[in-house]
T-cell receptor
Framework: EAGVAQSPRYKIIEKRQSVAFWCNPI?????LYWYQQILGQGPKLLIQ????????DSQLPKDRFSAERLKGVDSTLKIQPAKLEDSAVYLC??????????????FGSGTRLTVV | GNSVTQMEGPVTLSEEAFLTINCTYT??????LFWYVQYPGEGLQLLLK?????DKGSNKGFEATYRKETTSFHLEKGSVQVSDSAVYFC???????????FGSGTRLSIRP
């Protein structure tokens, strides 16, 4: 099966600009996650979708970050405006259902964002 | 709250050396435990997992045993290779919460 697809792989923007990342999960996977991985740290969950509904966005900085999954398939994460501290790798992951947190889930290769 | 603590890196070993990367966790109930690996320029890959106490997860020569009494899930490999150079993340997850919590990662470098 095809893996989780993310684009772009790399992005460099100036602070205060906007940026968007795209994720296409594994076909049929109902649950989609966006994680932020700052250099030298472990990934931190930003938002979790179940189909096209938000399950957990408690750690999403909603003043600048937004995410959507309109048709319950692919998803977009946006940052507007970006700050220097947003420099990180943004990882998308998907699972067939939430109970797969017991078994791990599949990550994409990530988008590396550099804010200058 | 739930958290994962793993030994700080970087860890540098010679090829064929024995590897241990320590991981301890704080959690309520009975989480599943994982080791993920991130090779240079790649995304996270699930290396191994254990879903209940005393389970041993294994893959590619790596092993880890879920020790509830010591709240630990240490990663071991008997003979490392240069190709094992990567960042290793210990993590825990609950199906009820359906999210995975990661440690800060340990960078492993293997010298030929």
């Amino acid at each position: 099966e095809a893996g989780v697809a993310q684009s772009p792989r790399y992005k460099i923007i100036e602070k205060r600009q906007s940026v968007a990342f795209w994720c296409n999960p594994i076909s049929g996977h109902a649950t989609l996650y966006w994680y932020q991985q700052i250099l030298g740290q472990g990934p931190k969950l930003l938002i979790q979708f179940q189909n096209n509904g938000v399950v957990d966005d408690s750690q999403l900085p909603k003043d600048r970050f937004s995410a959507e999954r309109l048709k319950g398939v692919d998803s977009t994460l946006k940052i507007q405006p970006a700050k220097l501290e947003d420099s990180a790798v943004y990882l998308c992951a998907s699972s067939l259902d939430p109970t797969e947190a017991d078994y791990g889930y599949t990550f994409g290769s990530g988008t590396r964002l550099t804010v200058v | 709250g739930n958290s994962v603590t793993q030994m700080e890196g970087p860890v540098t070993l010679s090829e064929e050396a024995f590897l241990t990367i320590n991981c301890t966790y704080t959690a309520t109930g009975y989480p599943s435990l994982f080791w993920y690996v991130q090779y240079p320029g790649e995304g996270l890959q699930l290396l191994l997992k254990a879903t209940k106490a005393d389970d041993k997860g294994s893959n590619k020569g790596f092993e880890a045993t879920y020790r509830k009494e010591t709240t630990s899930f240490h990663l071991e490999k008997g003979s490392v290779q240069v190709s094992d150079s990567a960042v290793y993340f210990c993590a825990l997850g609950y199906s009820s919460a359906s999210k995975i919590i990661f440690g800060s990662g340990t960078r492993l470098s293997i010298r030929p």
